[in-house]
């Protein structure tokens, strides 16, 4: 079956833009999370959404946002884009919330902020 | 609070040997923890998980054990091969039920 799909792979930003990052999880997986990886501060945990509700989130600014639509793929968004939101951002699909089932890790979007 | 760290940032290890990675925690009430394994340019990749009600878990050449009494886990991977080289992370499940990650060991096998 699919894996986890995450577009787009690379992205380049200006200061002060936003951005939309989007991932497709598993067929029949219902929760999708979303990491930030910096070499800095490793994997850090953004949000959880599950069935179109944010379920948990973590300790990162009110510029940083996700939704997820009915068929479980989910959008994150960054508003006014900072130097240090450069980073992977992974996102990670599970059957059930709270990740006793096991996470499966996208192949994440790289942005650059410049 | 809770967190996940590593003892040591990078291992090398000669190919064919065995190569143990360590993670302590700090969070005694964690109940699963897991491994993972990232590859340049990847996310990281499930490798093998175990329970707080376990002290040992084995798979394909990598074997997990857990001490809750020091909070120690270890990743022992057999015959290490030039596949295996990587950025390993432990994890645990945090009270939210996210992972919260140690901050990786990049394991480089020589051939």
């Known amino acids: 079956k699919a894996g986890v799909t995450q577009t787009p792979r690379y992205l380049i930003k200006t200061r002060g833009q936003q951005v939309t990052l989007s991932c497709s999880p598993i067929?029949?997986?219902?929760?999708v999370s979303w990491y930030q990886q910096t070499p800095g501060q490793g994997l850090q945990f953004l949000f959880e959404?599950?069935?179109?509700?944010?379920?948990n989130k973590g300790n990162f600014p009110g510029r940083f946002s996700g939704r997820q639509f009915s068929n479980s793929r989910s959008e994150m968004n960054v508003s006014t884009l900072e130097l240090g939101d450069s980073a992977l951002y992974l996102c990670?699909?599970?059957?059930?919330?709270?990740?006793?089932?096991?996470?499966?890790f996208g192949s994440g979007t790289r942005l650059t902020v410049v | 609070g809770e967190s996940v760290g590593l003892h040591l940032p990078t291992l090398s290890v000669q190919e064919g040997d065995n190569s143990i990675i360590n993670c302590a925690y700090s969070?005694?009430?964690?109940?699963?923890f897991i491994w993972y394994k990232q590859e340049s340019g990847k996310g990281p990749q499930f490798i093998i998980d175990?329970?707080?009600?376990?002290d040992k878990r084995q798979g394909q050449r990598v074997t997990v054990l857990l001490n809750k009494t020091v909070k120690h886990l270890s990743l022992q991977i057999a015959a290490t091969q030039p596949g295996d080289s990587a950025v390993y992370f432990c994890?645990?499940?945090?009270?939210?039920?996210?992972?919260?990650f140690g901050k990786g060991t990049k394991l480089s096998v020589k051939p």
């Open positions: 994890a645990e499940i945090g009270s939210q039920g996210n992972l919260i």
């Open positions: 969070n005694s009430a964690s109940d699963y």
């Open positions: 067929s029949g997986h219902r929760s």
């Open positions: 175990i329970r707080s009600n376990m």
């Open positions: 959404y599950f069935s179109e509700t944010q379920r």
């Open positions: 990670a699909s599970s059957l059930a919330s709270r990740g006793m089932s096991g996470y499966t």
